[in-house]
C-alpha cells in the first residue's frame, strides 16, 4: 500500500519458480554414492551412534564400580597391614619374655679394652616388672638388717 512491496507480491503475472534439480549422486571421502543409498544410511548410523553410547554408559558404570571395589579393597588391605603390624609386635615381646635376644645377654657392665675401658655407664632400673604372673607368682621375704654405726 504504501510503498509498493505488497502489490507487487500479489501480482499474478509471477513467473513460475522451478526448485533446482538434486543432484542423485554425491561424493563422499572418493567414493560416490547414491543419494538413496545415503538415506538409507541415515537411520542406520542413528542407531550405531545410539548403542556406542549406551556401551559408553555401561562401560562407565563398571569403571566406577571398580573403582569403588579397589579402594575398598585398598582400605582393607591398610587395615589388615596394621593388624599384621600389631600382632608381630605382640609376637616379638612374647618371643623375647621365653627367649631373650642375644643383645639383652650382654654383660654391658664389663669392658674389653679399647678408648672406653674403664669408663662405668650409668643405667636405669624400672621398678615395675613387666611380667604380672611372675610378680605374683613369687613371694619374696624381705629380712631387715640392723647396721652398725
Known amino acids: 500500500m504504501g510503498n509498493g512491496a505488497s502489490s507487487a507480491a ?11 534439480q538434486l543432484p542423485q549422486q554425491i561424493v563422499v571421502d572418493g567414493e560416490t554414492l ?4 545415503v538415506r538409507s544410511l541415515i537411520p542406520e548410523l542413528r542407531a550405531d551412534v ?3 553410547r549406551d556401551l559408553l554408559a555401561r562401560y562407565e558404570t563398571e ?7 579397589l579402594r575398598e579393597r585398598d582400605d582393607e588391605v591398610g587395615r589388615l597391614r596394621a593388624e599384621v603390624d600389631k600382632l608381630k609386635s ?6 623375647h619374655k621365653e627367649r631373650p635376644d642375644l643383645l639383652s645377654t650382654i654383660d654391658e657392665g664389663a669392658t674389653v679394652g679399647g678408648p672406653d675401658a674403664g669408663r ?13 604372673q611372675a610378680r605374683q607368682a613369687v ?5 631387715r638388717i640392723q647396721k652398725e654405726f
Open 120 to 132: 662405668n655407664k650409668k643405667q636405669g632400673v624400672s621398678g615395675e616388672s613387666s611380667d604380672k
Open 139 to 143: 613371694h619374696i621375704e624381705l629380712r
Open 90 to 95: 605382640v609376637l616379638a615381646q612374647t618371643a
Open 63 to 69: 569403571r566406577v564400580e571398580h573403582q569403588t571395589a
Open 34 to 37: 547414491e543419494l538413496s543409498r
Open 50 to 52: 545410539r548403542r556406542q
Open 10 to 20: 500479489c501480482s499474478t503475472t509471477q513467473p513460475h519458480l522451478q526448485s533446482p
